[in-house]
């Protein structure tokens, strides 16, 4: 069994207030209980690890020193902001091993995640926080033995800065994570009528595209659980968000149901989006009445699945 606990849901930045009470306003971060082998593993230190973190201060620590792992999709800070915050990592005996990609070569993970915690961004130094924490760089591998029956699968995403999709297999339940992202797309003039047209490029281009968003529905095929991005729709994707590393709503749908994904949430919801908007676009693309389709829902703060 995998228990799945979303903390955040939002995208970019935090959005508390009363316009986003029901979904929630904070930024990534999933929560993973592996219950049988007592493994515990955080997806993303958005905003919402700091309510995670009180969780656990509360019904993990009176059990004995915590140990648990984060996984990065990516580095960018709306999904690292929360790590300051997160209390257990200013406890004695506290274990902690981050993972994730970097866009830099030169610069360790341990660098880009503890940048923020210098003095003239934050009162406590990285080095100052008590807890014994590790850090290891990822890139992307179809296999990796994670011990106790636990295997994890990496995939490179499209997003402007190096990220990866995360899939957890454990004892035959899957749970895929697949943002920040957009869809591929050709890079090369389509339009013949430009002076810097090439037709093989431009054929080349459409299918290197194709290529690699079948890549990526195979990456999440046949998941329980699919975490996609749906920061938009079609229409809004369209009307300047192309190459801002996100995807339409409509795109996270048709790709779950072609890759026979049983439960897609929408994720990475826009800071803009409030409840009531939030409640409408679920009537609109989550009313499927099929028990053999896809379950589509948009994603909520403290929403728990079990696979």
Known sequence: MIKVRFWGVRGSIPCPGPQSMKYGGNTACIELRFPEVNR?????????IRELASYMMTHDLP????????????????????????????IPGTSIKVFGPVTYEDDPLEEVVGGQMKYRYFPVNMGELAASIEYERLKEDPHIDLGDGIILSTAII????????????????????????EPFRNLFVTD????????????EGEQAALEQNRVLEDFFAGADLLVH???????????????????PIEHAIASARRAGVRQLALFHHDPDRSDEQLD??????CSGDDPDDTRIFFAREGMGIEL
């Open 40 to 48: 515990h593993i955080i997806i993303d230190a958005g905003s919402g």
């Open 158 to 181: 499209n997003h402007p800065i190096t990220a990866l999709g995360y899939r957890f297999s454990f004892r035959g339940a899957v749970f895929c994570t697949a943002y920040d992202t």
């Open 229 to 247: 991005d749906a920061q938009y729709t079609t229409r809004e994707y369209f009307e300047g968000k192309v190459g801002w590393g996100h995807s």
């Open 192 to 203: 013949p009528e430009d002076p810097s047209y090439d037709e093989l490029m431009a054929h």
């Open 280 to 285: 409408r676009l679920s009537k609109e693309y």
């Open 63 to 90: 059990n004995g020193p915590i140990s648990t792992e984060i996984y990065l999709s990516h580095t960018h800070w709306d999904h690292i902001m929360g790590f300051p915050f997160f209390v257990p990592a200013y």
